[in-house]
Structures are given as structure tokens and as C-alpha cells.
């Protein structure tokens, strides 16, 4: 007896497009600035940021651009709708990342061995600028829906933006009051690691999702068991956890109870534990009957098998 439960697939990590605007206009408007000053000063430092604050740039209007395509309600061969157009942006945000770290490390090496002339005291100035900046990005894509991947990563990029150019000021305040330029090298090497984390750390995740691995925190086999041990279920197979996008845990198995068990009650008795113990709304399970002929219900079955082992309850 096959048994679907039904759910709204609304968007749950929309984010509040107001505060992530302004978070991007302020991050362009000071990006722009950071940019013509750092090719002024000289200083790679500088330069590194406005290139980081570009990638969090982009991840927020990715983020504005997947959070409407995934509001679209599913059809045709989209069952799911777009939901996983963050996802798509999140990994591409987070390549670039990756892809900018190998340039700036670069571009590091090179002027630690070769310093230039670095105007010391514009550099600190515009770091210091550059944190009053940050802290009022943060702030507002604070005020927004974290839930998402995409906001959650820019929020999370911005940070690793206030701490870069808390970097750059000490390296600015080095270069002007003891004229160490390599100073500006090293701090742009500190920033191109914080950029590798975050861009890592987002290919990451997006990469589970995409292959469809069970979410952080949820472990399978240890949700298998569960559902093998409430009452009247013989067997549990082809059970698979995943995440439709970023906050969307999704469960499907086929269940086998005893005979005379009632598939309904049962259902609903492992949707409930799965609510409460794994916060696993999305859940598709297919309940039949065991056949008491047949060892296996069905022929190729995905992942292990779980069967009850203790003792029949009321026996």
C-alpha cells in the first residue's frame, strides 16, 4: 500500500529583499571607491578586498535572482519548481571564490619577494572606512532570512570582509609608521585564506545538496533503525535522505509491517517521529504489508536494510 504524504512546496529560505538591496548597494558603493584608491595607493591589499566585496556582491544578486526563480510554483518536468537555483548560485559564488584566492596568492607571493612603493596611511584610512562599511552590511543582511544558503554565504563572505580589512588597517598603519611594505603582501595573503574558507565552505555545501547527501546533523542509518523499530514494521529499505535546497530535509522509504498491522496508523506514527526528532517535514513513504513468503520484498533494493530485531510488541 502505497502512502504520499502531501506538502505545499512554498519558499522557505526566502530572504527579505530589502535589506539584502541595501546591503548591496553599500557594498558597491564602497567597492568602487576601495578599488580606485587601492590602484592609487598601490597596496594589493586593497585591491584584494574590492575583489572579495565582489564575490559578495554577486552572491547577493545570485541570491535575489534565485530567491524569485525559486518562489515560481513547480510544473511541467520541474516537480520541485526552481528551488535549486540557489544552490546553483551558492556553488558558482563559491568557485569564483576559489578561483580569485589562487589569483590574489599569486599576486602575494610576487610582491613579497618584489614590495612596491605602498602610500601607507591612504591604505589605513580606507580599511578603516571599509570596517564602518561592513558592520552596517552585516547588520542589515542580518535583519534578513538566514535559512537561506545564498544569504547565509554573503553573510558569512561580509564577515570574512570585516575581518579582512581589519587586516589591511594593521598592515596600512605597519607600512606608514615603520615603512615595512611587504606588510600589505602578507595582509592580502590573510585575505585570500579567509576568501579559500568561505568559497570551500560553500562548494562544500552546495556540492552535498547537489549529490544529494543526507543533511548535516541527520544520520541515516541511525534514522533507519528508528523507523525498523516502531511498532509493527518487519523491514525498512530504499530509505533516502536529502535536501531539496538549502532548509529542505526530504525523506522517502519503503516500509513493510507485520500482516495484520494498519499501514495508515503506522505511517502516520513515523511521520511523527520524524517531525519531532529530525525535523523532517517532507517525508514519502511507500507501507506494505511483508510477505511472508518472499525474504526480500523487492528485488533491488537501494542502501542497507533494516529489520526489527527485539522482541514483537503484545507477544
Not at 518536468?77 to 537555483?85: I, M, N, P, S
Not at 532548509?247 to 503506522?266: I, K, Y
Amino acid at each position: 500500500m502505497g502512502e504520499q504524504h502531501g506538502h505545499g512546496h512554498g519558499v522557505t529560505a526566502g530572504a527579505d529583499r530589502k535589506w539584502l538591496v541595501r546591503a548591496l548597494v553599500l557594498i558597491v558603493g564602497f567597492m568602487a571607491v576601495e578599488l580606485v584608491v587601492g590602484l592609487i595607493a598601490g597596496s594589493l591589499a586593497l585591491i584584494t578586498d574590492a575583489g572579495h566585496m565582489l564575490t559578495d556582491a554577486a552572491s547577493i544578486v545570485l541570491a535575489l535572482v534565485a530567491i524569485r526563480l525559486a518562489a515560481r510554483p513547480a510544473k511541467g518536468g520541474f516537480t520541485y519548481g526552481l528551488k535549486r537555483a540557489e544552490i546553483l548560485s551558492a556553488q558558482a559564488n563559491g568557485i569564483t571564490l576559489l578561483l580569485l584566492t589562487a589569483w590574489f596568492l599569486y599576486e602575494a607571493v610576487t610582491r613579497l619577494v618584489e614590495p612596491p612603493e605602498v602610500q601607507g596611511a591612504l591604505v589605513l584610512v580606507t580599511a578603516l572606512a571599509g570596517i564602518a562599511v561592513n558592520v552596517a552590511a552585516s547588520w542589515c543582511i542580518s535583519r534578513a532570512n538566514r535559512s537561506s544558503l545564498n544569504v547565509e554565504g554573503a553573510f558569512q563572505h561580509i564577515l570574512n570582509d570585516l575581518y579582512a580589512f581589519i587586516a589591511t588597517a594593521v598592515a596600512g598603519a605597519i607600512v606608514w609608521w615603520t615603512g615595512f611594505a611587504r606588510a600589505d603582501a602578507i595582509a592580502a595573503l590573510v585575505v585570500a585564506a579567509l576568501m579559500a574558507k568561505a568559497g570551500w565552505g560553500l562548494v562544500r555545501e552546495s556540492g552535498r545538496i547537489f549529490l544529494e547527501a543526507a543533511p548535516a546533523g541527520i544520520d541515516p542509518e541511525a534514522v533507519g533503525e528508528q523507523v525498523a523499530s516502531v511498532p509493527d514494521v518487519v523491514q525498512v529499505h530504499d530509505l533516502h535522505i536529502w535536501q531539496i535546497t538549502s532548509g529542505e530535509p526530504a525523506l522517502s522509504a519503503h516500509v513493510l509491517v507485520r500482516p495484520a498491522a494498519d499501514c495508515h496508523a503506522v505511517r502516520a506514527g513515523i511521520e511523527e517521529i520524524m517531525r519531532s526528532r529530525h525535523r523532517l517535514d517532507h517525508t514519502t513513504l511507500q507501507v506494505d504489508h511483508a510477505d511472508e513468503d518472499r525474504t526480500e520484498h523487492c528485488e533491488r533494493s537501494h542502501g542497507p536494510v533494516y529489520r526489527f530485531t527485539g522482541p514483537v510488541p503484545g507477544t
